[in-house]
């Protein structure tokens, strides 16, 4: 499989240093070009000398590309966009950009093609990240394959509806902030109750961690893992007594709703 990789900055390079390190793909079936001399620098230099492909042009890095992963930001995609039309019927493109719509992808890169509209988020670069996608009527079995061996490799996809990517780019793409607002905000909390600095942060973020990792391997509910650690009269009631009657459900789903709406409104613009 030949992957070409159009705008090598942030998520295209982290991206493609999973499939590197993974072993998914040799560093010579992928292809890169961007407009930006340092993230060109960045992108070869995930590879021994010589062994990533580099075009000049967007366009030039279409020759032979099986798969095209378009991930430049949205206000760059006017101008990319055109491109790629260029490339074979059966192309696969993957686009990352946020609010850039499937049916925004087919008028500039034709109605036949196979295409996956992607919301991504940043704990990719680690291996944890979470993938949404929904593909146009043209995907087929095999290019679901394709999408998870690109994505499986940095955490979990999911496959959604298109109208879906709206929560997901509020609950995935732009949780990764709000997950460090409540980090920030428990630490902060808990050096107010003589914590140090240097021990409140680590420790709230291994807590994060650790109940969702036993979340998902328990198979416990939310409600379940509060009741397991509650004991009448103990510590977690009293925090509990605060926490549900706080607004915190409603800050919450305020939250998820506002970034929801920005979601939707960025994809009719
Ligand atoms: N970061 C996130 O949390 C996140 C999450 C989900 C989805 N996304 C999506 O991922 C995409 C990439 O985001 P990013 O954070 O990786 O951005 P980034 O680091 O800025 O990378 C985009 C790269 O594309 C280059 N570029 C601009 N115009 C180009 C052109 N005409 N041809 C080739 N390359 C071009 C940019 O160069 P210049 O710097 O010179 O313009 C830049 O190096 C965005 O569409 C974003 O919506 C991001």
């Given at each position: 499989m030949k992957l070409s990789v159009i705008g090598t900055g942030k998520m295209g390079?982290?991206?493609?240093?999973?499939?590197?390190?993974?072993?998914?793909?040799?560093?010579?079936?992928?292809?890169?070009?961007?407009?930006?001399?340092?993230?060109?620098?960045?992108?070869?230099?995930?590879?021994?000398?010589?062994?990533?492909?580099?075009?000049?042009?967007?366009?030039d890095a279409m020759t032979d590309a099986d798969v095209a992963l378009i991930s430049v930001?949205?206000?760059?995609?006017?101008?990319?966009?055109?491109?790629?039309?260029?490339?074979?019927?059966?192309?696969?493109?993957?686009?990352?950009?946020?609010?850039?719509?499937l049916a925004r992808l087919s008028a500039a890169l034709g109605e036949h093609r196979p295409m996956f509209r992607v919301m991504p988020n940043t704990p990719l670069m680690v291996g944890e990240g979470v993938t949404a996608c929904a593909g146009n009527r043209h995907v087929t079995?095999?290019?679901?394959?394709?999408?998870?061996?690109?994505?499986?490799?940095?955490?979990?996809?999911?496959?959604?509806?298109?109208?879906?990517?709206?929560?997901?780019?509020?609950?995935s793409g732009s949780g990764p902030a709000f997950m460090a607002c409540v980090a920030d905000a428990l630490a902060g909390a808990a050096v107010a109750e003589g914590l140090p600095p240097?021990?409140?942060?680590?420790?709230?973020?291994?807590?994060?961690?650790?109940?969702?990792?036993?979340?998902?391997?328990?198979?416990?509910?939310?409600?379940?893992?509060?009741?397991?650690?509650?004991?009448?009269?103990?510590?977690?009631?009293?925090g509990l007594s605060v926490l549900k009657n706080s607004d915190l459900a409603k800050v919450l789903a305020q939250t998820i709703h506002a970034a929801a709406n920005r979601s939707r409104e960025l994809a009719k613009a």
């Open positions: 390079g982290a991206i493609v240093k999973g499939l590197l390190d993974n072993h998914i793909l040799a560093a010579n079936n992928i292809t890169g070009a961007d407009a930006s001399a340092d993230a060109q620098r960045a992108f070869l230099a995930l590879a021994a000398d010589g062994q990533l492909g580099w075009a000049n042009s967007a366009a930001k949205p206000q760059n995609m006017d101008e990319v966009l055109p491109q790629l039309a260029g490339a074979d019927s059966d192309t696969l493109f993957i686009s990352i950009a946020a609010g850039i719509t079995a095999a290019h679901h394959e394709i999408l998870q061996k690109i994505f499986g490799v940095t955490g979990q996809v999911f496959t959604v509806s298109e109208p879906q990517l709206d929560a997901v780019t509020a609950l240097e021990l409140a942060l680590p420790m709230t973020l291994q807590t994060m961690r650790g109940s969702a990792t036993l979340l998902q391997q328990s198979g416990m509910t939310p409600g379940e893992l509060i009741t397991q650690v509650s004991s009448k009269g103990g510590t977690t009631v009293a």
